[in-house]
């Protein structure tokens, strides 16, 4: 109820911003950055109705000569709370629309056939706020100079999570997870917690050693405060990432570099990055279609140190012959890549590609 | 149809099974061609190991085909049938259904080497490394190898994993055969 509540100020606050553009400011963009912090955004909104010269007076009014203000910020509140009383009366049905676009269901075409201008913008804030940060979407890879990719850090805690709720559990009257669904993650996750040595999957990454985090129907969850509730999750290799499953739109569906793809076996299908995975995506219809390709994740940098973990050789067969180990130079492949490297000091002296 | 027919038509299904799995490892490490582009590929070559089929079977389940098919060099080191008795029943039958798949693919990856590490590598790696060697894996960990009497551990302890006879070399990469599974590091 209080997530509802505060979605119902979140969408009064934006329907406040015209308003206030009128009235002067030409600032009045509610919380139109995306960042979920509904109640920000349209507080500056208010701020700036009160104090603007066409609304109450010169600013800087010394005490005594406010009165002016203080009426029109008591209208204006009034205002306010009368959009706030339809905001709650509609935002229950809004809410079920704003369910679907958070799933992605593909029933934003008919919202916005529906509604007017205005709705979508209620729709989309009703978004932000219920799923976070869902709108922007995560990048898993940079790349470096000379094109290849360049991995985040895995041990990061927040590395791939997507923060907000997982798709089928959002907007639920506790949150993003509804009781049921929490007794079932529970359970699964204490028994898989009572079968050591062979450690339930969230225990194997250091990541995932933290009491704060489940694993259910192919997502690891991460909850926290008092309640419990989820607050971020991820899809996991195997799970969501599987073939069949559509590429999550929370996830930047840049293809990697056109030598991956190559390297890795090519074909009609793109290559996308996630958590030292290779996956092949179908370009139009967006579903995985297949673990192209196993990665390291280690960063081999020009002219900083190997990572630790190649003391042996091992080039692939066919390059064996034109790169082999000698006083001047050893030769180590990874992801796709050989590198040459200086036997004395251990750098990194070159990348070298191997489909020339 | 005869009852005869239908028969050998049920019977066909075994038949493969069991002409798939023909060799034992010995058998297809001492059969490998020297040229390495007249070899089968990392998961064609271990549906062709008779002491190999369980863990075969699981990177199928994983969906790893295509990832150890293709032209991408990896470097295995493959539990035999025997290591995975080991493994109780539930736990066997969690990695093997879809609910369980992120679990095996997170497992398997500790077994798993980027690159063409052949025997005569490892053994090099090892002496000149002091004794003890060290491969990453697809899983962002480390395997130490290191010379037990006549034999190579990976690990140490009581939960190192030792590998167990003459490696395979295959199209795309190496196959060596362990007699426990990797555990993850804690």
């Known amino acids: 109820m209080r997530k509802i509540m505060l979605i119902a100020a979140s969408l009064a606050m934006l329907s406040v911003a015209p308003a206030a553009a009128q009235n002067g400011n030409g600032n009045g963009k509610g919380n139109g950055n995306g960042n979920g912090k509904g109640n920000a955004g349209g507080n500056a909104a208010i701020g700036k109705i009160d104090l603007s010269p066409g609304n109450s007076g010169k600013r800087g009014?010394?005490?005594?000569?406010?009165?002016?203000?203080?009426?029109?910020?008591?209208?204006?509140?009034?205002?306010?709370?009368?959009?706030?009383d339809r905001a709650r009366k509609d935002i229950r049905g809004n809410i079920d629309d704003a369910r679907q676009v958070v799933q992605g269901n593909g029933n934003r075409d008919r919202i916005e056939r529906n509604r007017n201008g205005?709705?979508?913008?209620?729709?989309?804030?009703?978004?932000?706020?219920?799923?976070?940060?869902?709108?922007?979407?995560?990048?898993?890879?940079?790349?470096?100079?000379?094109?290849?990719?360049?991995?985040r850090p895995q041990r990061d805690d927040d590395y791939g999570l997507i923060t907000g709720c997982p798709p089928g559990l959002a907007a639920k009257n506790n949150g993003c997870l509804p009781p049921g669904q929490a007794k079932k993650i529970a359970r699964y996750d204490r028994q898989l917690s009572q079968r050591r040595p062979y450690y339930h999957y969230l225990g194997w990454s250091p990541r995932y050693r933290n009491d704060d985090y489940a694993y259910s129907d192919g997502y690891a969850y991460r909850t926290g405060g008092s309640n419990n509730l989820i607050t971020a999750?991820?899809?996991?290799?195997?799970?969501?990432?599987?073939q069949g499953n559509?590429?999550?739109?929370?996830?930047?569906?840049?293809?990697?570099?056109?030598?991956?793809?190559?390297?890795?076996?090519?074909?009609?299908?793109?290559?996308?990055?996630?958590?030292?995975?290779?996956?092949?995506?179908?370009?139009?219809?967006?579903?995985?279609?297949?673990?192209?390709g196993l990665l390291t994740g280690n960063d081999f940098t020009v002219g900083q140190r190997i990572p630790s973990g190649y003391d042996m050789y091992n080039v692939p067969y066919g390059y064996r012959d034109q790169y082999r180990d000698d006083a001047q130079s050893l030769y180590r492949y990874s992801d796709g890549y050989v590198y040459q490297v200086d036997p004395t000091t251990r750098l990194v002296q070159a990348a070298i590609q191997l489909l020339t | 149809?005869?009852?005869?027919?239908?028969?050998?038509?049920?019977?066909?299904?075994?038949?493969?099974a069991l002409g798939a799995c023909d060799d034992s490892a010995a058998?297809?490490?001492?059969?490998?061609?020297?040229?390495?582009?007249?070899?089968?590929?990392l998961i064609a070559t271990l549906d062709g190991v008779r002491e190999l089929s369980t863990a075969a079977a699981m990177l199928k389940q994983a969906g790893l085909e295509k990832a150890l098919n293709g032209p991408a060099p990896y470097t295995l080191f493959v539990p035999t049938d025997e290591a995975f008795k080991a493994v109780d029943a539930d736990t066997l039958a969690r990695l093997n259904n879809d609910?369980?798949?992120?679990?095996?693919?997170?497992?398997?990856?500790?077994?798993?080497?980027?690159?063409?590490?052949?025997?005569?590598?490892?053994?090099?790696?090892?002496?000149?490394?002091?004794?003890?060697?060290?491969?990453?894996?697809?899983?962002?960990?480390?395997?130490?190898?290191?010379?037990?009497?006549?034999?190579?551990?990976?690990?140490?302890?009581?939960?190192?994993?030792m590998i167990v006879g003459a490696p395979i070399e295959t199209s795309n990469g190496v196959i060596y055969s362990i007699d426990r599974l990797i555990a993850p590091q804690e």
């Open chain 2, 1 to 16: 149809m005869t009852i005869g027919k239908f028969a050998a038509l049920m019977s066909l299904p075994v038949l493969l």
């Open chain 2, 99 to 161: 609910e369980g798949r992120p679990e095996l693919i997170a497992l398997l990856r500790y077994h798993i080497a980027p690159g063409v590490v052949t025997q005569e590598d490892l053994m090099s790696a090892i002496d000149g490394a002091g004794g003890t060697a060290e491969l990453a894996n697809v899983a962002q960990g480390m395997l130490a190898f290191s010379k037990q009497g006549e034999r190579v551990a990976i690990g140490s302890g009581d939960q190192a994993a």
């Open chain 2, 27 to 41: 058998e297809k490490a001492a059969n490998v061609s020297e040229n390495p582009g007249e070899r089968e590929s």
């Open chain 1, 118 to 151: 205005n709705r979508i913008d209620v729709v989309d804030t009703a978004r932000r706020f219920v799923a976070g940060d869902r709108t922007a979407e995560r990048r898993l890879f940079d790349l470096s100079q000379d094109g290849r990719l360049r991995f």
């Open chain 1, 233 to 242: 999750f991820l899809p996991l290799v195997g799970g969501a990432l599987f």
């Open chain 1, 246 to 292: 559509s590429w999550p739109q929370q996830y930047a569906a840049d293809a990697v570099p056109d030598y991956y793809n190559s390297y890795y076996g090519g074909g009609a299908d793109n290559y996308r990055y996630a958590d030292n995975t290779l996956f092949g995506v179908n370009p139009q219809s967006n579903t995985i279609t297949s673990i192209a």
């Open chain 1, 61 to 84: 009014d010394q005490k005594g000569k406010n009165k002016p203000i203080e009426k029109a910020a008591k209208q204006n509140a009034q205002q306010i709370e009368r959009q706030i």
